[in-house]
C-alpha cells in the first residue's frame, strides 16, 4: 500500500486534475467569449444608436414637422429622463430662444440628452 501512494500522486492525481481543468475550461470558456461578445454587440448598437439620434435631429427641421411623428424620436423617448419628455412633448410649453446656443430649444434638449445617455453608457 504505501509503494501505491507515490505511484497515485505522481500520475493519477495530475491525470485527474487536468481532466477536470480541461471539462472546467472547455464549459466556461464559451459563457465567457458570449458575454464578452454580447456586451461588444450592446455597445456598438448603443453607438450605432448615438449616431442615429445625433445626425437625424441635427437636421431636423423643428418649425415644419411634428417632433413625435418621427421615427427617431420614438427610439429616444424611452430614455429621455421624465422632465425632458414632458418639457418637449407638453402643448402648452413656450421656448425662449437662446441665441447663444444656437438652433431649436428642444434640438439643444434633445442633443443634452444624447450626450447625458452617451455618458451614462460609458461610450466616451
Known sequence: MKELWPILLQYVVPAVLGLVAGVVGSLFGPLVQWAVEKRRGRMDY???L??????DFEVFDYD???L?????YSSLRPHLR???RDAIEKPRTAYVPNEGRGGSVKKQMLLDEIARLEKKW???
Open 122 to 124: 460609458v461610450l466616451v
Open 82 to 84: 421624465t422632465a425632458v
Open 46 to 48: 448603443r453607438k450605432a
Open 64 to 66: 415644419s414637422h411634428r
Open 50 to 55: 448615438i449616431k442615429q439620434w445625433r445626425n
Open 68 to 72: 413625435g411623428d418621427s421615427a427617431t
